[in-house]
């Protein structure tokens, strides 16, 4: 029944690498942008990195600029996130979702939230 299935998620180091993975089931998929969103305590969702529908597009929040990279797989209807350098400060719950315009100050989520996938970040 899930619609956005978010994986991937662990405990690294500071300075350590992750990858998730969100399997979408929607039909449409291929046909919006991804973006991928996090939520640490206390704090509210934000949108983190996005993509457009047929991968050639991606725009990215300031405080992941090189560190992070946004691909999809429209094939096996997957989008990815991979992140470099992790700092503290990324520890949050990661949320996908699709997104009505890949411009990361404008985007919002169009479907309801998936459970998400934890990433903590130990200094």
């Known amino acids: 029944q899930a619609q956005l299935v978010e994986s991937g998620g662990g405990l690294v180091q500071a300075g350590g690498s992750l990858r998730l993975s969100c399997a979408v089931s929607?039909?449409?998929?291929?046909?919006?942008?991804m973006g991928w969103f996090r939520q640490a305590p206390g704090s509210e969702r934000e949108l983190v990195a996005t993509?457009?529908?047929?991968?050639?597009?991606?725009s990215y929040r300031d405080s992941v600029k090189g560190r992070f990279t946004i691909s999809v797989d429209n094939a096996k209807n997957t989008v990815y996130l991979q992140m470099s350098s992790l700092k503290p400060e990324d520890t949050a719950v990661y949320y996908c979702?699709?997104?009505?315009?890949?411009?990361?100050?404008?985007?919002?989520?169009?479907?309801?939230w998936g459970q998400g996938t934890q990433v903590t970040i130990s200094s």
């Open positions: 979702n699709p997104v009505n315009t890949i411009v990361i100050d404008y985007a919002q989520p169009l479907l309801q």
């Open positions: 993509i457009s529908p047929r991968g050639d597009r991606t």
């Open positions: 929607v039909r449409t998929f291929s046909n919006y942008g």
